[in-house]
Every structure is written in C-alpha cells, then in structure tokens.
C-alpha cells in the first residue's frame, strides 16, 4: 500500500469534519442492516399478495423483477473488433474515503 506523498493538518474544524463523516459512514451501515431486515419482515409478511393495505389504501406493493444483463465478456470473445469500438474508460476518477483510526480529543467524546 503506497503512503500519501503530502498531507494536510487538520484544525479542530476539521477534525470534527472528519469525525462526523465516519460516524455518518457508521450511521448509514446501522440504517442499511435495520432497513433489509424491515425490508425481508415486509416480504414474509406481504407473502404472494403482492400488495399491503391499511385502512383501505394500498401503502406496500411488492414488484417482482429478474432484470437481464447484457453479458459483454461473452460478447467481445465473439465479437472483438465491435467489442473495442464501444469500450468506454471511466468518466472520472473515483475517489475514496478512508477514515484511520480517530483519537479521541480531551473533552470529547
């Protein structure tokens, strides 16, 4: 793993950025392991009827879908030269995120 070249020291506004992001990041991993297991309750619960009413108004519907995807590995073994043609590289560069490990500040929490 290659080390950063540069780095910038953070004030006390900052920091307090950095650590509202991860515990933001830790916040939305709780909410999105809370919100699947809601999710498989409301399907079991739901079963085949496909739609959930209360008081008379629909307020769940289940869609079933198997979406397709188009298989290009297989499509440019095939087709090289029509597979290079619509070869597209990223539009930007992703960019990531990691929080180390944070100390806690005197005072804080």
Known sequence: MNAPEAHVDLDGTGFELVRRYASATREI????????????????????????????LPVLTVIRTRPRRFNFTAFASDHPDLAEQYREAPAEDEIRIQVGRLPVEEGGS
Do not use: I, N, P, S
């Open 29 to 56: 991993k709780r909410w999105t392991e809370y919100r699947a297991e809601l999710r498989e309750y409301l399907l079991k619960l739901v079963g085949d009827a496909g739609t959930a009413r209360h008081m008379g």
